[in-house]
Each structure stands twice: as structure tokens, then as C-alpha cells.
């Protein structure tokens, strides 16, 4: 049974008018159910709950009883886990291998856990030691204190919603904060249930988490501009990003920004092509809906052919069609105008030049949902709009470099910085190239650098700021600096 209501003040409710939106299966085009549709004034009401909950309540210093609430959180997830993996997979449209791994069972396993556990090792306060600042003989005991940011607008994507919410909620409930989430319109059940899961088998207080679904993409900037929010932190798009920031500005509120990508997969002229080459084919995962997908594969001109010639061939072999198949890594684009956003960039990359060696349109056999072919380009110079632009479809582009100098510029000619692969059979040399890339995270030979303890955001414009990680908790708190009379 899917929840349709949302989170405000401690209890679920209808909104405020009535309305509801309907959520669609991206894969069979059906309608799953309906959902309250919240307004600006709902939003309103949950930034007051929520500003209440921080000023009038203890919880932000109440380290026990939220770590207690936060566990409690987490025995709600995990009990509804196999209902929230055939939820995800039917609105998210996401391949159900992905639900073993980032998107339902990695954070459902740590997103909220490990920053509840963090609480008792957090350094809230530490000794400057004594000092007589200016001389004048009034010695001072000094302590920084880390104290919760306040109340925290949270403003969430639809290709990894449930694992971007918790992500987010995990940390700043744990540093103390309250907060208004805002889910995606066009996937909002993950975030219903949460809603219930909070309100009926968890002790946080009324007030301390709302969530507001909504159709309106603009009940967000209820978010950004209310004087009553502290901070937003926001994953999506490098566009929207940019407005929040603006929003943010009139009222000077901190911002946590993770915004797009279009990292570089460079596959050394000394790696194993087989596997490095191969695995590039993995940016169709989800179909290529995910920001820290690797979408340039980077390789030496002097093995060109060869690369190509192997990437070709796993690029044609990627299953792709039911999300629930498990042969399946391609599900469909979330939705219409994603579809028909993907196929213009495959229209662009043909008339700027590129040579498509695979897919590149809509498949005959699956005609209903929002599918796209797995889509190769050749031939790519990294100056194109498909090798610039964030793409978020099943399309890899292969640019060839001359040596480690020409593919660690090629890659970092980008406006992003989030992520990237390297590949070599010399571990020191991958280093050395993964030292000049400017991105916020890499991996080295497949390895995998993505868990709840490990930072996660993106230099340039791909953010500001970092999720997860004690980073991921600081980010969420502010600090004061405190003085006292030294004991004589
Ligand atoms: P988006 O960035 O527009 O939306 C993300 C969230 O922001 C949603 O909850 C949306 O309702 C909200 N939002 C939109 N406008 C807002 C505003 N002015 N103020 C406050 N909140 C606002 O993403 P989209 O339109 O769903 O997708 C468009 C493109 O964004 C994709 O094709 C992809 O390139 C990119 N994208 C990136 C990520 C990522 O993780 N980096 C995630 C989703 C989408």
C-alpha cells in the first residue's frame, strides 16, 4: 500500500487544498497512485513547525534522545525494506541490482546509522587552551563549540531519492537541526512512506522532520527564501542549483550544493583494456541517471582501435528493457521530457560531428515507458556539447589523448568536478594522474570509494560543500567560540 500524505508537524496530512498529482510508472507509462499536492502555504506551515521544533524543543541538544529516535528510524527502514525495493523500482524506474546496492540498500544500511552513531564521538566542544590575548593580564580558558546550523531546507532529486533523503536527514537530525524536506514530483512514494515511518514508529518530535510533496517545482523556493530556514542543502541540477544559491542570497543562508557531472573514465595506455575498457559501458547503469556516472571514457590514441573495438562491443551487450529483470542494468528515463532531453543531445552530437557507433534512438521492441537505445559516440573532441553537458541518459562518448599530460587536461576541461575512474597496471602512476584531476571523488581500478562515511560532492560547478562523511556532519553545524576566566 503506497502512504499519500506528508509530514507536517508530527502528523500526516492532506494538503491544504485538497489536491492531489498522480505518480507514473516510468517503465509502463501506468499510473501508480495519487499523492497530496502541497502548496506554498503548506511549505509555509512546515517552515513554522519546523522553526518551532528548533527554538522551543531541547532537541538540538538532546544528543541521547536523538540518537535513540535516529536508531529507531532505522529499524522502521529496514522492517519495510522489500516493499520500499518494489516501490523504488516502480517509480524511480531503477534496475532492481541498483536496489542491492546505492539505491535502497546501502543507505538504508548506513545513511541513517552511522551519523546516529557519530553523535557520542562528536567533538561538540574542544579546548583552545590559555591565552592572554593582548597582554593585559586577563587570561582566557577558550572552547569551540559545534552547535546545530538551525532549521534545514532539504531539496531532493528523483533518479536516487530515497538514498539523497537519507543521506541528508542522517546527518542533520544527528548535528541537532530540524527540517523541511521537499522530495522530486515525479517521485514522491519513497518519500510518503518515509513520512509515515517517522510520524508512527519513531519518538522525533512533532515538528522536527516535515515533508512536503508537491508538483510545483517552486515550492521549493519557500525553501530557499523563507528568513525562517537556515540552510539548504539541495542535490540536482547545476541549473537549479544556481537559483537556489540566488534564492539563498537575500536572507544569507548557508548552502550544501551536489550538483551535475561529467566525470572522465581514463583508461591508462598500461591497464587491463579488457576489464577498464569493458566496465565503461556501466554508464548506462540506471540509464545514465546518475551525477557521478563516469559518461567520457578517455584512451590512448596509440590503442585507440583496439578501445573502441571493446567498448563497442559491451556497449551492444548491456541488457536493458523491465527494471525488475535482474539482466537488466538500463531501466527507462524517468520521464517523457527526459526522454525526449536525451534524444536532442544524441541529435546534437550527430550534427556537431560525432560518429554514433551504437544506439542513438528510441527501441522498437519496448513501446511503452521511457526507454532509450544504450548510445555510443566515436570520434568525440572533448569541445562538443556532448562531451560538455550533462547528458543524465545511457550515452558514453570516447575521446582519444596523446599521453598522461593530454588525458589528465582533457579531463579536467570541464565545467564539472565530481567525479572519475582511472585505469593503469601501475598503481603509483594512476596516483600520480589522480592527484591532477580536479573532482571530488575518484576511483582507481574499479575501486569504489562510496559509503556513509566517505565525503562525497564535487569541486567547480558540480557543488558546494560535502555529503556524508565527518565532513557530511560539520557541514550541518555552526560554530561558537567561547571564553572564560582562566582559573587563578
Ligand atoms: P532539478 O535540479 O530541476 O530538480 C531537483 C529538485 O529541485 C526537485 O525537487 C525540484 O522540484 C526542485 N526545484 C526545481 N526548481 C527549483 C527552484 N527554483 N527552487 C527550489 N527547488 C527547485 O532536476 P530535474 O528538472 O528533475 O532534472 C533536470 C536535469 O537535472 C537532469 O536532466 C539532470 O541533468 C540533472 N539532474 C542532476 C541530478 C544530480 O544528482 N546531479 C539529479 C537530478 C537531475
Known sequence: MHEHRML????????HNGKTFQNINPATEEVLGNVTDGSHADAQRAVAAARRAFDGTDWGR??????KSLLQLQQALEAEREDMRAELIAEVGCPVLLTYGPQLDAPVNEAVKWPAEQISEFPWKRSLGEKDPFGWGMVASREVWKEPIGVVGVIVPWNFPLEITLNKLGPVLAMGNTCVIKPAPDTPFNATRLSRLIAEHTDIPPGVVNIVTSSDHSVGEVLTKSPDVDMVAFTGSTATGRKIMEGAASTLKATFLELGGKSANIVLDDADFPSAVGSAAAVCTHAGQGCAISTRLLVP????????DIVTESMKNIGYGDPNDPANLQGPQISKRQQERVLNYIEKGRAEGAKLAVGGGVPKHL???FFIEPTLFIDVDNKMTIAQEEIFGPVLVVIPFEDDDDAVRIANESA?????QISSGDINRARDVASRIRTGTLGINGAVWYGADTPFGGYKQSGVGRQCGIEGLEIFTQT???????AT
Open 8 to 15: 507536517i508537524d508530527g502528523q500526516l496530512v492532506e494538503a
Open 62 to 67: 538532546d544528543h541521547e534522545g536523538r540518537k
Open 301 to 308: 590514441r596509440s590503442r585507440y582501435q583496439e578501445a573502441v
Open 367 to 369: 513501446p511503452k515507458g
Open 416 to 420: 564539472y568536478g565530481l567525479s572519475g
Open 480 to 486: 561558537k567560540s567561547v571564553a572564560v576566566p582562566a
